[in-house]
């Protein structure tokens, strides 16, 4: 059993849909949350849920493109509880339009709530989580970034800068005991629309997808896992390396390269680098080797 007693969270865009059954189930297991949406009136909705079914939890309204107000956030959930052990960044809008009619304001906008929304309140909890050296991060990323989907270039490119996001953080964040992973949710939710038909989106309830969440935030949390789920589907998602190919330099080296593209694009014994300086790591010692002989 996943118990979450004691621990305090903070669970952005938690007025609906995902964010409120991330919020819910937390609560459920015992942590005390933070509501934060856009919008006051359903975050108190979802406080006042929390509270009537015995939990403790407080709403703020507040955007998570604004870090003065993250800042304060975070200072009244420490003024109230003291600590701040776990944040879910799920807050999140679509623009969706193909990228011939899309207007880079909404390019803009869509990169401004995914990515800067994270990183401010990621920053926000960062120093108190390494001061404790206790903290579990969750980044909301999206098949969109991971694999693409039309009329998304907006959305999937700040999805995927979540990932990269996460790999970096989790990174620093291991001597401190701060684990940082993405969820990659498929949900029946207002940002889906109409894209699937009803019988199908019965399937994707979004509460089905929070369990990964107390997967991401439990204490022996795993880090750097990319977990997708909807419809009661668990996978993991990877970013690899091949092993590819050496050539030697010289003026037809793009043409060889063309020559051996199967080789280069070969997933056999791919592997998944633990940091980026193995792709630095690997080419050097292709390059020593053959210069040796």
């Known amino acids: ?42 975050a108190g909705n979802v406080a006042d849920e929390i509270v009537a079914a015995g939990g403790e939890a407080f709403a703020y309204a507040a955007s998570v493109t604004d870090f003065d107000a993250i800042q304060a956030m975070v200072a009244e959930t420490l003024l109230r509880w003291g600590q701040i052990d776990i944040l879910v960044n799920n807050a999140g809008i679509i623009r969706d339009k193909s990228f011939a009619k899309m207007d880079l304001a909404d390019f803009r906008l869509v990169l401004d709530v995914h990515v800067m929304g994270a990183a401010n309140c990621t920053k926000a909890v960062w120093d108190h989580m390494r001061e404790r050296q206790y903290g579990r991060i969750v980044m909301t990323t999206s098949s969109s970034g991971l694999y693409g989907n039309f009329g998304q270039a907006n959305y999937g490119a700040a999805k995927m800068a979540l990932v990269g996001l996460m790999q970096t953080l989790a990174i620093e964040g291991a001597k401190y005991n701060i684990r940082v992973n993405s969820l990659a949710p498929t949900a029946a939710t207002p940002m889906v629309g109409d894209l699937f038909p ?19 935030v ?34 037809d080296a793009a043409e060889r390269l063309v020559e051996r593209w199967d080789e280069v694009i070969d997933r056999s014994d791919e592997t998944t680098p633990d940091t980026g300086f193995r792709q630095l790591e690997r080419e050097l010692a292709k390059a020593e080797a053959a210069r040796k002989g």
Do not use: C, W
């Open 218 to 251: 439990r204490e022996d949390a795993p880090s750097r896992v990319i977990l997708t789920a909807g419809g009661g589907g668990f996978e993991s998602a990877h970013v690899t390396l091949t092993q590819g190919i050496y050539l030697e330099d010289g003026p």
């Open 1 to 42: 059993m996943i118990d979450l007693t004691g621990r305090v969270a903070i669970v952005t865009g938690a007025g609906s849909g995902l964010g409120r059954e991330h919020a819910l189930l937390l609560a459920r297991r015992g942590a005390k949350i933070v509501v934060n949406d856009m919008h006051a009136e359903p």
């Open 198 to 216: 009803a019988e199908q989106l019965s399937l994707l309830e979004t509460h089905r997808v929070s369990p990964a969440i107390l997967a991401l």
